[in-house]
């Protein structure tokens, strides 16, 4: 690595040495990887780890790892990468982040029926996100990593900060620091998709338009310039704007143009002197970050940061890339047929972007709703583990 690439595992902040594990599990614990993935995922959900805080749960996985015969374990900061080297010729990268969000009352895990559904449900902070999906792919690697069955060599990816700020992400420092780690010929993301196939990840972007006038009593306001007035007309052409429906490898991904965030005005009887709103582009990923740009501000119609119409200012607030599916690479066309075929688009963007960088198609694959991530009540069916731990094995000894 560069003296930058060690800098930045040195600028993540220090781990909480008061932070105490819930549940079931002490520092003293081993923690078996082979182990049923539901009671892994319940592990799991007991060791601590808000952002920031994931030494502990680094600490008792990375000894586990180093355990497995002929595997190779790398640390970067809080984060673990292990590798087989069979010379299998496929290499399959299973990747998933070990924070969470702070707690809302909702430590230790348990087990428990979801009244709503009627399932047998494991309860708890990281149960969906991504808890559950981290311990199925631990679960397969630890299994597989050494078995006669497995049919592609595994790069296992577990990394600190997801939860906040991209610049501590231990994902984003790999790609800069060790990309050689993370080569493969597909990459699995154990993000929350209800136990299907949600492929590839469009893009966003966020740009602050900001109209500019000049404050004048309503009473008189052909002394004035309402800056509101002329936000507005650049607001109907959003609202009118009709956005792309793109299919790529069978999958439709929906554009969308939004404006999402808006505010003028300081009185109810006074011209406002300057208006601003966010709006927001969701790109299907065949479009580069540059095109969408110069697309959405064609369709603002009110120039470019460098080149603003009178009266208006744009700043690009947000880019993130989307990802491809590449579901036509034999890896993620073997994938697709273990699981049934059943398999969608991405709407949100993910941490699969990374590996789009790196030219590595990228799927989103792991259990649990993700409209109950990050919520209180956060929960995901034991089926649901299940499913996502039995189709994998068989994907990756097929």
């Known amino acids: 690595m560069t003296d930058n690439a060690v800098n930045q595992y040195q600028e993540t902040p220090v781990n909480n040495p008061n932070i105490e594990s819930y549940g079931h599990f002490t520092g003293s614990t081993r923690l078996d990887l082979t182990s049923d993935p539901v009671a892994l995922t319940a592990s799991l959900v007991d060791i601590y780890s808000e952002s920031q805080q994931e030494k502990v ?3 008792a996985l990375e000894p586990a790892l ?21 010379g299998l010729g496929d290499r399959v990268i299973l990747c998933g982040h070990i924070d969470t969000v702070p707690p809302a009352e909702n430590l230790p895990s348990r087990i428990g029926v979801d009244e709503r559904t009627g399932e047998e449900t494991l ?12 311990a199925c792919y631990i679960h397969a690697f630890a299994t597989l990593a050494n078995s006669d069955a497995l049919t592609r060599d595994l790069t296992l990816v577990l990394y600190e900060c997801e939860e906040i700020a991209t610049r501590y992400n231990g994902l984003h420092k790999l790609v800069k620091s060790d990309p050689d780690l993370l080569e493969g010929s597909l990459a699995l993301l154990g993000e929350p998709s209800n136990a299907q196939i949600e492929a590839g990840c469009q ?19 052909w002394l004035g310039d309402n800056a509101l007035h002329k936000l507005s007309r650049v607001m109907v052409r959003v609202a009118d704007y009709e956005p792309r429906c793109v299919n790529i490898d069978g999958l439709v991904y929906r554009e ?4 999402v965030v808006a505010e003028s005005g300081v009185a109810t009887n006074t011209i406002p002197d300057e208006a601003w709103a966010f ?32 009266g208006f200012t744009l700043e690009i607030d947000d880019t993130a890339a989307g990802a ?9 066309a073997a994938l697709v047929k273990a699981t049934g ?58």
Request: aromatic fraction near 6%.
């Open 324 to 332: 491809l599916p590449g579901l036509d690479r034999p890896a993620a």
């Open 57 to 59: 749960i680094a600490d």
């Open 66 to 86: 180093r355990e497995l015969e002929g595997v190779e374990v790398t640390r970067r900061g809080n984060t673990l990468v292990a590798r087989t080297n069979r």
């Open 279 to 310: 709006v927001n582009f969701r790109f299907a990923p065949n479009r580069s970050v540059e095109a969408a740009l110069d697309h959405t501000f064609q369709v603002l119609g009110v120039g470019t940061p460098d080149n603003p119409a009178e």
């Open 123 to 134: 309860f708890g902070l990281g149960s969906v996100d991504m808890k559950s999906g981290a």
């Open 341 to 398: 075929g059943n398999v969608g688009p991405k709407f949100g963007w993910t941490d699969v972007a990374c590996f789009s960088q790196l030219n590595i198609p990228a799927v989103n694959f792991g259990s649990g709703d993700p409209g109950l991530a990050h919520t209180k009540n956060e929960r995901c069916p034991i089926d649901q583990i299940k499913t996502v731990s039995e189709q994998l094995l068989d994907y990756l000894t097929h």
């Open 256 to 259: 969308g143009l939004n404006f």
């Open 203 to 221: 893009g966003t972007l966020r740009i602050k338009v900001i109209a500019h006038g000049q404050r004048a009593h309503s009473a008189r306001a």
